[in-house]
């Protein structure tokens, strides 16, 4: 829940100038709903994609405040964010309704950037696999192994998201390669396939790192996003790697 009208102008930019349609990395914009038809009409003639930060599980009705993905779909995106650790921790969707959101999402034609991770709580008392796995398997569960052949995994332990805490780069593998693991064990071309995305407190001096881990595949990323300086640096990494 960041940017104004103003500010949303001066980033973008920033960002266009910085990353040209030569470049190897895939960027993706995630703007508040109110500033996607903004957005839109900045992103035009460049190389990114603009997606939303969340959506609801139904398509029209009595659902006041609420976004449906066919509304996203008609705004110009093409992802959307979906279990997100603050939709999770601070609204409470459970993971039958993320499940739900992901399904909804496909419908229309939109990718789920799906997110799963743990609390430092579930870290500290060795349950981290036990929790990832088990919010990705929700998942899995009511979609399939092949719905997953057109969407994106970010796994953002949450511990390290506003924080200043990061997962060491080896810490973020260990669970990409899981992660990665329990899709191959459904569908192998599906779990090379996927683009699996590690966020939490990723910034310009890490970036580098993480990117080097065979398992991957980009950066979710929160606060540096806001700085054009820091998520180019971020952009160059991942084209360096």
């Known amino acids: 829940m960041n ?14 100038q910085g990353v040209t349609a030569g470049s190897e990395a895939d960027v993706l914009i995630c703007p508040p709903s109110v500033y996607l038809a903004q957005v839109r009409e900045m992103l035009e003639d460049s190389p990114f994609m603009l997606g939303a930060q969340n959506v609801h599980t139904a398509e029209s009705g009595a659902f006041t405040g609420e976004i449906s993905a066919p509304m996203l779909q008609d705004c110009g995106c093409s992802h959307v964010i979906i279990g997100h650790s603050e939709r999770r921790e601070l609204f409470g969707e459970k993971d039958s309704f993320i499940a739900e959101k992901f399904s909804a999402a496909q419908k229309s034609n939109l990718v789920p950037v799906l997110c799963i991770g743990e609390t430092r709580s579930h870290r500290e ?4 696999e036990e929790v990832v796995l088990g919010q990705l398997e929700a998942v899995l569960d009511v979609v399939g192994i092949d719905a997953f052949a057109d969407a994106v995994i970010a796994y953002e332990p949450v511990w390290a998201i506003g924080t200043g805490l990061t997962a060491t780069p080896d810490q973020a593998q260990e669970v990409h390669g899981q992660i990665r ?16 995305l590690y966020g939490g407190s990723v910034k310009g001096a890490n970036a580098a790192e993480l990117f080097a881990k065979p398992d991957i595949d980009g950066a979710l990323v929160g606060g540096a996003s806001l700085v054009a300086e820091e998520f180019l640096t971020i952009c160059a990494s991942y084209s360096q790697s």
């Open 181 to 196: 693991e329990r899709l191959n064990a459904r569908n192998a071309e599906v779990a090379e396939r996927i683009c699996l």
């Open 3 to 16: 940017g104004r009208s103003d500010e949303n102008i001066a980033l973008l930019a920033a960002l266009k």
């Open 125 to 128: 008392a060795g349950q981290t």
